[in-house]
């Protein structure tokens, strides 16, 4: 188990350790009776999030084929016909190897973990600015059409619940849960340098040289 | 004598005025007219009424004190950010509209009549509450600070924007009110199998994340107010996630639905953004803390040393980890560092306030802060940051900011080795 989640399963099992469980039932958790109860239908509508083991996956279909149509229909204009990017909108495909580079390209093949990443968050977002608008084999399609742009699944592949546990992300075990308390150790001292510090200081960089802020009419205020 | 009725003066002032106000300059020019020994026009005549004003908005002398936005960062305005005027604010409290803003799909304007909150996933009884609802269960109010885990995001390889609205202007700091998410959690009733939260927003986003049980039920709040009025559209109206002390992207606003689940969602939000590249490729993910971190707000480059003599150097420090416990400040670019004046209170993961008065003679400085927390973390320099996570990260740049500022008084944003 990561130290991250052993962490929170610590923390859960304190809130949740029988006794404390009961404690909170029986004092602190008072019921104001307040918050109506909610039918499976309405929660159906609204409960889109899907996970990585593909729970919460809505029924349906889709192939490469049908999603290349769905893509150049609806998602090609921003982020360009092979996944390029149209101007400063995300790149979805290629970038593989670039993670460790001076210029890494961040794309659904070269550094999302998980099917369910990129799934999950067209289904809620995209396209953008026509959220949810996509029906459920439109999505499995077009979905599909992305991990073939990234050379993740062939041209004949279908996307479904079944097919859901084939596709591998290249880049699924590039993370790791945060470790700054460890690997960042050196930064809690107690008593920090106060006199003499470091050896003579030399500005390395202007920003007015990289001259990229907006000009908002700043006044020149010379010493009066 | 019709030209010397109230209206009529008031609208010739307000004519000679609007020109004063037209430049930054003019406006600060003084007029011997208002000055002693002759009595002020403001003096002579009755100013406007109550409820002329019906919400108050600030002098129209302070108009360039406003959020900002960088036009190349994004594709789109709807997905972008606007940056506090930090440079033009003193205290701890951010003014309601002037709190930056980070959205990812618009701001979505949610009739009040119609929001929803759905609360369901591992819990005994599935909920839904209303507004209304919400407002009947019992408040807390709490001030914390918001930083988006990419404020100076850009600043990574180097100075680059030349202005700390735009280095450090993704923080702000305000009083919630709300209620615990705790006790929301509570009324819902967990199973004993839960272990994630994950919070989405109604907005054409739909923004999802997910945190660990753990941090929900100990100071989570369902907030619906800032700073006493309720919260403004472009802060999640009219209900907001607060996560005290961790990035920006987790406070999810226009909160329509928690789902409690045994494990974490892995959402694009937490995977392919707010993730942390580092050098050898490998990303750290659920960098949720704001490490410590301060930045002078005073002089900056959108706010120079105007005169020589005395001067008040201000600043604004903040830690994910607890209180600011210490701010230091140096002059000559980290070689010596002197402690600073914490001055308005002190609260658990809030913005403090800090001072460091000096004279001033016109020689080249080097200004940097340095924050502390009761933690015992110390926030490090930039080249520190880098030794140990590259240039590639984006986000939680926490790095130590230094401004030069010039003969002439005039700053700018610096990287210094």
Redesign the interface.
């Known amino acids: 188990m990561s130290r991250?989640a052993s962490?929170?399963?610590?923390?859960?099992l304190?809130?949740?350790a029988p006794s404390a469980?009961a404690q909170?039932?029986k004092e602190?958790?008072?019921?104001?009776g307040?918050?109506?109860?909610?039918s499976a239908e309405?929660?159906a509508g609204?409960?889109?999030?899907?996970?990585?083991d593909g729970q919460g996956a809505p029924p349906g279909r889709g192939s490469v084929k049908d999603g290349e149509k769905v893509y150049l229909d609806k998602c090609a204009a921003?982020h360009g016909e092979f996944g390029e990017s149209a101007?400063?909108?995300p790149q979805i495909a290629q970038g593989k190897g670039t993670?460790?580079s001076?210029d890494?390209v961040?794309t659904?093949g070269s550094?999302?973990?998980?099917l369910?990443?990129?799934f999950?968050?067209i289904r809620?977002?995209m396209p953008?600015?026509d959220?949810?608008s996509l029906s459920n084999d439109e999505l499995y399609a077009v979905t599909a059409y992305v991990l073939s742009l990234n050379d993740i699944v062939d041209e004949k592949f279908v996307l479904s619940k079944d097919t859901w546990g084939n596709v591998k992300m290249p880049n699924q075990g590039?993370?790791?849960?945060?470790?700054?308390e460890k690997?960042?150790k050196?930064?809690?001292?107690?008593n920090?340098?106060?006199?003499?510090?470091?050896g003579p200081?030399?500005?390395?960089?202007?920003?007015?040289a990289?001259d990229?802020?907006?000009d908002?009419?700043?006044?020149?205020?010379?010493?009066? | 004598m019709t030209d010397t009725t109230p209206t009529t003066r008031r609208r010739f002032l307000g004519g000679a005025a609007g020109l004063a106000a037209a430049g930054?300059?003019a406006a600060?020019a003084d007029n011997a007219k208002n000055l002693p020994p002759n009595v002020a026009n403001w003096t002579r005549q009755l100013g406007e009424g109550v409820g002329v004003r019906a919400y108050g908005v600030p002098s129209k002398y302070e108009k360039?004190v406003v959020r900002?936005?960088?036009?190349?960062l994004?594709?789109?305005p709807?997905?972008s950010v606007s940056f506090t005027p930090l440079h033009q604010l003193d205290g701890i409290i951010t003014p309601n509209g002037l709190c930056f803003e980070r959205h990812?799909?618009g701001i979505a304007e949610i009739d009040p009549a119609d929001y929803r909150l759905?609360?369901?996933g591992l819990v005994e009884?599935?909920?839904?509450?209303t507004l209304d609802?919400l407002k009947?269960?019992?408040r807390v109010n709490k001030i914390y600070f918001l930083e988006c885990a990419a404020n100076s995001g850009m600043e990574w390889r180097?100075?680059?924007?030349?202005?700390c609205q735009?280095t450090h202007g993704m923080v702000h700091c305000v009083q919630y009110t709300g209620v615990s998410l705790k006790l929301?959690l509570?009324?819902?009733?967990?199973k004993?199998s839960?272990?994630?939260i994950?919070a989405?927003g109604g907005d054409?986003?739909?923004m999802?994340r997910s945190i660990?049980?753990?941090?929900a039920?100990?100071d989570c709040i369902v907030a619906y107010r800032m700073n006493g009025e309720m919260l403004r559209p472009e802060q999640g109206y009219p209900v907001r996630l607060v996560v005290p002390g961790w990035e920006g992207n987790v406070w999810v606003k226009w909160l329509?639905?928690i789902?409690v689940?045994d494990?974490p969602?892995?959402?694009?939000e937490e995977?392919?953004k707010y993730?942390d590249?580092l050098?050898?490729?490998?990303?750290?993910?659920?960098?949720?803390?704001m490490?410590a971190k301060s930045v002078i707000t005073s002089p900056s480059?959108?706010a120079?040393?105007?005169?020589?003599g005395f001067n008040v150097i201000s600043g604004l420090a903040w830690s994910g980890r607890g209180k600011v416990k210490r701010v230091?400040v140096s002059v000559?670019?980290?070689?010596?560092?002197?402690t600073a004046r914490i001055d308005g209170p002190v609260f658990d993961k809030a913005c403090v306030r800090f001072y460091y008065e000096f004279d001033w003679n016109?020689e080249e400085l080097?200004l940097q802060s340095?924050a502390?927390d009761d933690?015992?973390?110390?926030?490090?320099s930039k080249d520190?940051l880098r030794k140990?996570r590259g240039v590639?990260s984006i986000y939680h740049n926490n790095g130590i900011q230094t401004w030069?500022v010039k003969?002439?008084?005039?700053v700018?944003?610096?990287?210094?080795?």
Request: proline content about 7%; aromatic content about 10%; hydrophobic content about 35%.
């Open positions: 991250w962490c929170v399963a610590a923390a859960v304190f809130a949740l469980h909170t039932k602190a958790a008072r019921n104001y307040i918050g109506r109860g909610i309405q929660i609204w409960d889109i999030d899907v996970r990585p921003c101007g400063r909108w993670l460790a001076h890494p961040k659904v550094y999302f973990p998980y369910s990443s990129v999950d968050y809620r977002a953008f600015g959220a949810e590039g993370f790791y849960d945060d470790d700054r690997t960042e050196v930064f809690w001292k107690p920090p340098c106060m006199r003499d510090c470091r200081v030399k500005i390395t960089g202007h920003a007015q990289v990229v802020t907006p908002e009419k700043l006044q020149k205020r010379g010493v009066e | 930054v300059t600060r360039d900002r936005t960088v036009p190349w994004t594709a789109t709807e997905s990812h799909g759905m609360l369901h009884k599935p909920l839904i509450f609802e009947r269960l019992p180097g100075a680059q924007l030349n202005g735009y929301l509570e009324q819902a009733g967990l004993p839960a272990k994630w994950m989405e054409a986003a739909a999802n660990p049980l753990g941090k039920i100990d329509r639905r789902k689940g494990q969602w892995f959402t694009r995977t392919s993730t590249l050098e050898n490729g490998k990303a750290r993910q659920f960098t949720f803390v490490d480059p959108q120079p040393v105007r005169q020589k230091d000559d670019g980290g070689r010596n560092w002197r016109g080097l340095r502390m933690a015992g973390y110390v926030q490090p520190d140990i590639n030069a003969p002439d008084g005039e700018e944003n610096v990287e210094v080795g």
